[in-house]
């Protein structure tokens, strides 16, 4: 069992912040100016999206552990190992909620350095989410984000 969620953007992550980022950052905008400042957004936005998905699976862990302890737990006080278990989970939440933040932060300030137009009515996490799968290349054999 692995302790770390798949991030299918890792080589592109790496190629943006190596020497190879303005190559990297062109092949996934074409035609923006300001590739430095751009690289840098895109670089923080993408980040921001691996914390999300690694909150998400920690929340997802840590639930599903305290739901195979709770089931055999006896009614009454809760065993120390449970309490931990729910301080745990409580922990997960809030990083998951932090990295939401974080995300659209740093969705904010992407959009507005690129440019680019977020629809109306639409979540701009929602809208930045479904932007990288469309246009940031995922790592050879990456299966799709995890759910």
Do not use: C
Request: net charge positive; no cysteine; charged share 20%.
């Amino acid at each position: 069992m692995t302790s770390s969620a798949p991030f299918p953007y890792t080589a592109f992550l790496a190629d943006l912040q190596g020497s190879d980022g303005p190559a990297a950052l062109a092949r996934v905008l074409q035609g923006k100016g300001g590739a430095g400042r751009l690289a840098e957004a895109l670089v923080a936005l993408l980040q921001a999206r691996k914390a999300t998905l690694q909150a998400a699976f920690d929340t997802t862990l840590a639930a599903d552990e305290l739901r195979r302890y709770q089931k055999y737990a006896k009614p009454g006080k809760p065993s120390a190992h449970i309490v931990q278990l729910r301080q745990k989970q409580a922990a997960a939440r809030q990083a998951s909620s932090l990295s939401r933040q974080s995300l659209i932060k740093a969705a904010a300030a992407f959009v507005r350095e690129a440019g680019i137009e977020v629809p109306e009515r639409v979540a701009l996490d929602e809208f930045i989410i479904h932007w990288i799968e469309a246009n940031v290349p995922k790592d050879s054999g990456a299966d799709a984000t995890p759910s």
